[in-house]
């Protein structure tokens, strides 16, 4: 299987400001890493993701890196806002597998 | 988007009792997983299958069987219902051809074992 270790498991910020979210795999066979935002009350959400043969990957104001070789990846989220506000789940997949990984989430609230 | 529709959406038991939690996804997807979302555990992976008749047990099985009886109906039985299987739980679904093996999320279901 894998291990997903996901940091901070709590984070405030102000209105504007970036988030970051850090996560570690152990799986070297880990090649496909997902980000999924769950908001208040309802289901996870696949919202950006990024495969191991790319260092980053960019969207509509979220940033996602992969570092291999120390095996970690981060998701960056820039301005954020009160509607980013929400928990948030990194996740590996090990190469020819269908099984999603899923660290153990973070809480984001953006303070107005 | 893809629709993977639970029930109940919630279900208070008692210790010993028998639970059955259903998932339907109308999407021919191959894949189906069920997870439970604990508090400073994230999503946890019970069982999954790939396909009808197909079961492969996932990292937090015990006390928990699923039965997978076509493409689209996934069920996961607790047949002696512990409080520590208190937690919400969550179907999802995936295409077994999709290179971004995205999950697809029901609803959820809120489990109470008192």
């Known amino acids: 299987g894998e291990q997903v270790e996901q940091l901070p498991s709590i984070l405030r910020v102000q209105e504007g400001s970036s988030a970051s979210i850090n996560c570690t795999y152990e799986?070297?066979?880990?090649?496909?890493f997902p980000w999924y935002k769950q908001e208040p009350g309802e289901n996870p959400k696949l919202i950006i993701d990024?495969?191991?043969?790319?260092e980053r990957k960019q969207t509509q104001g979220l940033i996602v890196l992969l570092d291999k070789k120390a095996k970690r990846f981060s998701l960056h989220i820039t301005d954020t806002q009160p509607g980013d506000s929400a928990m948030y789940f990194c996740?590996?997949?090990?190469?020819?597998?269908?099984?999603?990984?899923f660290g153990s989430g973070t809480k984001l609230t953006v303070e107005p | 988007e893809a629709a993977v529709t639970q029930s109940p959406r919630n279900k208070v038991t008692v210790t010993g009792g028998n639970v059955t939690l259903s998932c339907r996804q109308t999407?021919?997807?191959?894949?189906m997983y069920w997870y439970r979302q604990d508090t400073g555990h994230g999503l946890r992976l019970i069982h999954y299958?790939?396909?009808?008749?197909?079961?492969q047990i996932g990292d937090v099985p015990d006390g928990y069987k699923a039965t997978r009886t076509t493409q689209e109906d996934f069920f996961l039985l607790l047949e002696l219902a512990s409080p520590s299987q208190t937690s919400l739980y969550f179907c999802?679904?995936?295409?077994?051809?999709?290179?971004?093996?995205?999950?697809?999320f029901g609803a959820g279901t809120r489990l109470s074992v008192l």
């Open positions: 996740a590996a997949v090990m190469s020819n597998y269908n099984v999603l990984y």
């Open positions: 999802a679904s995936s295409d077994s051809g999709s290179s971004q093996n995205t999950l697809y």
């Open positions: 799986n070297s066979a880990s090649n496909y």
């Open positions: 999407n021919s997807h191959n894949y």
């Open positions: 299958s790939y396909g009808a008749g197909n079961l």
């Open positions: 990024i495969r191991s043969n790319m």
